[in-house]
């Protein structure tokens, strides 16, 4: 499988999530973004896949906020023998979304510990194709996030800067700034103002990342993956010192 064209849309994961990773959890930290306008087509096949890679544990989803396609997913899901239940708390993946600023192509892709993941699995390289072959350019992304999460909202305070896995540095979101950050593969300026952080300017190609809508509640990622980049939003009491 070519990782280029498996990952060629970069993604972000929603600014608004009310699903924190979960410290206690060992577990925690994978999940699904998938962008498409008719996600209910693709999502059960994929999680089929993911269950064969011992992913998924347990049978219970939540939608912890309103979801354009809902009821559509729902459907979908039921009829392959997942269970919807009301408490996030209480579910072993669940479904936000977000909108996109502009139209991009269709994809999905997986987040693990902050990272991009390459699943190689033949499936899901055939569900990619399908879905960027069928599917038109789409504002929607569905992001599926597994294991145990809080259904809360924390202000962030800083923002980690992770190239290539590492971090090199955490930016304040109390000071308002412009910082070009330079990677093996091109180049990123990072804004910051009034609490709130975004990419205004990227050498990738498709340009997702800065269609993003700005980050600013602990949790909130943007990431580019062409450059290897990582933008996440920590809240006050979980960071370290600077770096970098």
């Not at 269709?106 to 499936?123: A, L």
């Amino acid at each position: 499988m070519d990782r280029r064209n498996f990952f060629k849309t970069i993604l972000i994961v929603p600014s608004l999530t009310p699903l924190l990773l979960a410290k206690s959890s060992p577990k925690s930290g994978f999940e699904l973004c998938l962008i498409s306008d008719s996600p209910q087509f693709f999502i059960s096949n994929i999680l089929r896949e993911l269950q064969k890679f011992g992913l998924i544990q347990g049978h219970k989803y939540a939608f912890p906020t309103s979801h354009p396609y809902e009821e559509g997913l729902r459907k979908a899901l039921d009829q392959d023998g997942w269970r919807c239940v009301s408490l996030p708390s209480r579910a072993d993946f669940n479904l936000s979304f977000k909108s996109l600023k502009n139209k991009v192509l269709p994809s999905f892709t997986f987040i693990k510990n902050g990272r991009i993941w390459d699943i190689r699995s033949r499936e899901l390289l055939s569900i990619w194709r399908e879905l960027n072959k069928n599917d038109k350019p789409s504002l929607f992304l569905t992001t599926v996030s597994f294991n145990d999460r809080q259904a809360r909202f924390l202000p962030g305070g800083y923002a980690d800067i992770i190239i290539d896995g590492r971090r090199a540095e955490n930016i304040s979101l109390r000071k308002n700034l412009s910082k070009l950050f330079r990677t093996q593969n091109g180049n990123i300026t990072v804004n910051v103002k009034e609490g709130k952080a975004w990419i205004s300017d990227s050498t990738c190609h498709h340009k997702i990342c800065i269609h993003s809508s700005p980050a600013s509640f602990a949790g909130d990622r943007i990431i580019c993956a062409p450059n290897h980049f990582l933008l996440e939003i920590r809240g006050f009491r979980s960071i370290d010192t600077s770096i970098g």
